[in-house]
């Protein structure tokens, strides 16, 4: 099974990409979107530089998308898409669950570093076997949002941890530095990918 990386100029593109390699995918990094069984949107950086290449590539991406290939975004990944972010100042998402990306909203140390627990919420067979465990987090922003939520987390307020619809799974978590909990996520995502 092949897994594209999308290398949009930002993110840590090895320590995903070796998440995805021992879960036994076969993995290319690349600036094209092309086709392939899993594309990965990885998750550092601003939503509005991604925002951009997001914009320029939107056909492609919906194209890949309604043809039935499988995505996953990561933090960043995941928030580009909603429908708007605030990050850099207000830029477009893909727009494929409702909601807006803001700032968390709540009196607490950001960015948010380090392991809180998730719990699931929704319906997702992604979600299997994660239900009060602890991932771990680098953000400052989140998706306000109850569209497709099957996962939630705290940290001064409640928030997606992930969402889930179709052939599309975002995680606000980063789950190749999440140890176990990571581990478990891959293995589902491997079986989501291939069913």
Same mark, same amino acid.
């Given at each position: 099974?092949? &897994? ?10 090895? !320590?995903? !990409? !070796? ?5 036994? $995918? @076969? ?13 990965? #949107?990885?998750?550092?950086? &601003? $939503?509005? &530089? ?7 590539? !939107? ?11 499988? $995505? ?14 605030? /990050?850099?100042? @207000? %830029?477009?998402?893909?727009?494929? #669950? ?26 997702? /067979? ?13 953000? %400052? ?24 619809? @179709? ?11 999440? %140890? @176990? ?12 990918? %291939?069913?």
């Amino acid at each position: 099974m092949k &897994a594209l990386v999308v290398n949009y100029g930002v993110g840590n593109l090895f !320590s995903i !990409s !070796s998440g995805l390699k021992r879960a036994g $995918f @076969e993995v290319e990094i690349s600036k094209e979107i092309k086709n392939a069984d899993l594309i990965v #949107f990885p998750g550092v950086g &601003a $939503f509005s &530089a991604v925002a951009k290449f997001i914009q320029i590539n !939107s056909d492609k991406i919906n194209d890949l998308r309604k043809s039935g290939v499988h $995505f996953l975004g990561v933090c960043l990944g995941l928030q580009i898409m909603f429908e708007k972010g605030t /990050e850099g100042g @207000e %830029s477009k998402g893909l727009g494929w #669950f409702k909601g807006t990306v803001d700032k968390i909203h709540a009196n607490v140390k950001l960015p948010h570093i380090g392991w809180d627990k998730i719990y699931v919420s929704g319906d997702c /067979e992604l979600t299997e076997g994660l239900d009060g465990k602890y991932a771990y987090y680098v953000h %400052s922003y989140v998706a306000y949002t109850n569209d497709h939520v099957v996962m939630k987390s705290n940290y001064g307020i409640e928030y997606p941890a992930m969402v889930c619809k @179709e052939n599309v799974v975002g995680t606000q978590f980063h789950p190749e530095k999440s %140890s @176990e909990t990571g581990r478990i996520f891959f293995d589902n995502l491997k079986r989501w990918v %291939s069913r």
